[in-house]
């Protein structure tokens, strides 16, 4: 899983897919990956005027941003079908380590990557998924650096994971690392509101405490009784600048724990790209 050796790439074409992939670029020639450009031809509806799909898509994905990766290893793949399925059985049969793609793009093919796809490609990959809402933001590709990681843990099974792989990133990057954690709400009896949050920062900070220890990391905490927790996180990565956000997810059972609920209005408000791992 890290660092990512084989990196897919589902693309539609749009200027947003075509920004995001000066991410995907930067992923696959720092860790030496492949990288694999993936169209999915969809199924004509009856709405749609007739046309041979197959040769404009075949058309476009061989030309598509061939200068741009000629430095990289690129495999270009053509499919056909419901698009979230495809990517998702193609990223687990050839055993992918990340998947990279835009959270919405536009265009003629721009159904590729819609929410609803994106949201299937998340609850149902079994590699970690990154995902950006700013795409029209990627800087030039010479500028893209990756100086503060925040990893947001909600201290459900998948915490151990993510912050595992926050931490290999930060280091192969040289990044400063930040850990967040919200805790949930209070009761609103003031006799016991003060109690029950200093109990819950305290247990926080002592779960996160014994993660760090485990890892043999040492990275700032921050630990916020804020309740609504995407809000929360997302203003910290954008007061912290954070460069990427790092969250946890179950591989069989959608997303962990409080951030279950919370996992895509987290990547939606993100300031930053994300990585859901």
Not at 150 to 173: H, V
Not at 242 to 268: E, K, T, W
Request: net charge negative.
């Amino acid at each position: 899983m890290f660092p990512p050796e084989k990196i897919l790439f589902p693309v539609d074409f749009s200027e947003r897919c075509t920004a995001a992939a000066r991410m995907a670029e930067t992923f696959a020639g720092h860790f030496q990956a492949e990288l694999t450009l993936l169209h999915v031809v969809e199924p004509l509806t009856c709405n749609d005027v007739p046309a041979d799909l197959n040769a404009l898509g075949e058309r476009q994905l061989s030309g598509y941003l061939v200068e741009e990766l000629k430095q990289l290893d690129v495999k270009r793949v053509l499919l056909h079908g419901d698009p979230s399925s495809q990517i998702l059985e193609y990223a687990q049969s050839r055993n992918f380590d990340l998947i990279m793609l835009p959270t919405h793009g536009y265009g003629k093919f721009r159904r590729l990557i819609l929410g609803s796809v994106t949201g299937n490609v998340l609850h149902e990959a079994l590699c970690p998924v990154w995902t950006g809402v700013h795409m029209e933001q990627v800087p030039r590709l010479e500028d893209i650096a990756f100086r503060k990681i925040l990893c947001a843990l909600d201290l459900g099974p998948q915490s151990c994971p993510a912050l595992s792989w926050a931490k290999k990133f930060a280091s192969e990057f040289g990044a400063d690392l930040q850990i967040v954690h919200v805790i949930p709400e209070t009761t609103k009896d003031t006799a016991f509101a003060d109690y029950a949050e200093e109990k819950l920062l305290a247990q926080a900070e002592e779960r996160i405490r014994d993660a760090q220890q485990s890892m043999g990391l040492d990275a700032t905490v921050t630990v916020l009784a804020a309740g609504d927790a995407p809000r929360a996180i997302c203003t910290l990565a954008n007061q912290e600048k954070a460069d990427l956000l790092v969250i946890g997810r179950s591989v069989h059972g959608g997303f962990a724990g409080r951030l279950r609920a919370n996992a895509y209005v987290i990547i939606r408000q993100s300031p930053c790209p994300v990585v859901s791992v």
